[in-house]
Every structure is written in structure tokens, then in C-alpha cells.
């Protein structure tokens, strides 16, 4: 890891910038970063390190992490969003946790998550965003949940959903703007929804969907 390190994202025990890459862990099969760092060990133990204001390390605390911390075992996929972090495990479990204003750890409430919170099973992908979240199930369901000021949940209302809520069937992708969404199905068609003052929805109008 390497860069700006003021709340300890490099992971080296220090808050000092690192202008050159230092070794933080071994045996790592998957790693992301944004305001904190996760990275998924070759077992499948998942550590994290960073910002932790709103309890997105997921280790029970608001304290920054200056070094790596284990919070979670037996997973296979990480996501970061503004400030929330999501795992999936190896039998399909999703847990959230970190800051949930806008109800994005999906658990029914908007109280912020210092610990994972299991929220769906039988997921096979996630996808994170500014405040928004997405993840389809091994069926081909997308479950949306989180802000929804310009319809970006895409269930028709603009209201915040605090818990998932079923949108579209037989997808297979998902990606989540920060206003806006998208998603393929199996027969490769693309939807899209949320923000278009721009035309970012394709639909021909720069009305929100």
C-alpha cells in the first residue's frame, strides 16, 4: 500500500503519507479501498483498516484502524460505499455495516452499524455507491435499498428504502451511480434508472426514472 495515510488507510501501523508501496499483508486474494482499505486473505478472512468515523471497519468501534483488523471469516466478495462496507460469504450471506443514514446497511433501520449485519442470503453480488445499494441473488433477483432522492432504488417512489427491496428478475450485473443505476439481464438487455438531468438513463428525455 502506499499514498495518503491520515487515518491510517495504508495499514502500516502510522499515520504518515507513504510515497512508496510498503507490504501490509500476505496471501491476499482481493483488496479495495476508498476512505478505509479491506482485503480478503487466500482463507477467506477479511481485514480491514482506515477511516472509521461511522464504524465501517465493522470491528464494534468508531476508532480509525492504523493497522489491519480481522472482522469477518469465509468470505468471497467485498464493497465499499461512502462510508459503509458490505462482505458476502462463501454460502451467500451479505453483510452491512458503517454508516447508515439513508438506510443503506439495508437492516430496517437508519441507525449506523459498528458490526456486520447480515442482511440477504443466497447473494452472488453487490454493488456499492454514494449512498445507494444493490445485490442480486443466485436466482437472478436485484434488491436495491438505501437513498432514493431521484429514484435510484427504481421502485417508483423517491422515498429512502431501509431494507431490500425486490426491483428486477433474471439479472445477472449491477451497477450503482451516485444518483443513478443500471442492470443487465440474462438476455443481455440493459435497464437503467435514478438521476437523468443529463440524459445519463438513454431513455431520449432528461426526465428522472
Known sequence: MWGYNKHGQIGDGTTEHKHSPVKVLSNVKKFEVLFSSGAITENGDLYMWGDNEYGQIG??????????????SNVKEIAFGLYSSGAITENGDLYMWGNNLYGQ????????????????????????????????????????????????????TTEYKYSPVKVLSNVKEV????????????????YMWGYNKHGQIGDGTTEHK
Open 175 to 190: 451497477v450503482v451511480g451516485t444518483d443513478s443505476s443500471g442492470a443487465i439481464t440474462e438476455n443481455g438487455d440493459l
Open 105 to 156: 446497511i439495508g437492516d430496517g433501520t437508519g441507525k449506523d452499524k459498528y458490526n456486520p449485519v447480515k442482511v440477504l442470503s443466497n447473494v452472488k453480488k453487490i454493488a456499492l455507491s454514494y449512498k445507494t445499494c444493490g445485490a442480486i441473488t443466485e436466482d437472478g433477483d436485484l434488491y436495491m435499498w438505501g437513498r432514493n432522492d431521484y429514484g435510484e432504488i427504481g421502485d417508483g
Open 59 to 72: 470491528d464494534g468501534t468508531t476508532e480509525h484502524k492504523y493497522s489491519p483488523v480481522k472482522v469477518l
